[in-house]
């Protein structure tokens, strides 16, 4: 059966996958993180009418029941301020999400999402949900744990390195 899946895998394999000087895996993960992305984009844009970054901002609201900040959605997101503003703005003018002056910052906007943004932040975590899983589907419970625990390992030598910057 591993056998039959190299085989396929070597079948299938994208332009770039195995790239000389880039041939590692970190390298791939990233292409697979683009590849992601753009299925993404295009569910959230065909089934939603909704861009990757008003996405990321009713999924960080959704997920902070006192809401949250421009600065801090777009730190959790590792997103620019601008993208995530322009994304605010458009989602206050659809009535997804409110703002209301931070009493700890008069400078700040606290956003939360309105009943019609939470309607539809549980239509589309369904969707990604179940996208995410799809992805996964051919691993056994022990290997996405393991994956899982590989990734948070390379999450942590990249988060001492930003740090060091």
Do not use: C
Not at 50 to 58: C, S
Not at 77 to 94: I, T
Not at 95 to 111: C, I, N, Y
Not at 124 to 148: G, K, P, W
Request: net charge positive; no cysteine.
């Amino acid at each position: 059966m591993a056998e039959n899946a190299d085989r396929l895998l070597a079948e299938e394999e994208l332009p770039g996958w195995r790239l000389g000087e880039l041939n590692y895996p970190t390298f791939r993960m990233a292409l697979l993180a683009k590849m992601m992305d753009r299925l993404t984009i295009r569910q959230l844009a065909d089934e939603f009418g909704l861009t990757y970054a008003q996405w990321r901002v009713i999924a960080r609201l959704g997920e902070l029941r006192d809401g949250a900040t421009v600065g801090r959605i777009a730190e959790q997101a590792l997103a620019d301020r601008a993208e995530v503003s322009r994304a605010v703005s458009w989602l206050a003018e659809q009535q997804l999400l409110s703002r209301t002056e931070d009493p700890s910052d008069r400078r700040a906007q606290v956003l939360r999402l309105t009943a019609k943004g939470r309607k539809l932040y549980s239509k589309v975590i369904r969707t990604r949900t179940a996208f995410h899983q799809s992805i996964t589907a051919a691993l056994s419970a022990e290997e996405i744990a393991q994956f899982d625990g590989l990734i948070d390992k390379i999450r942590l030598t990249l988060q001492a390195k930003v740090d060091a910057l």
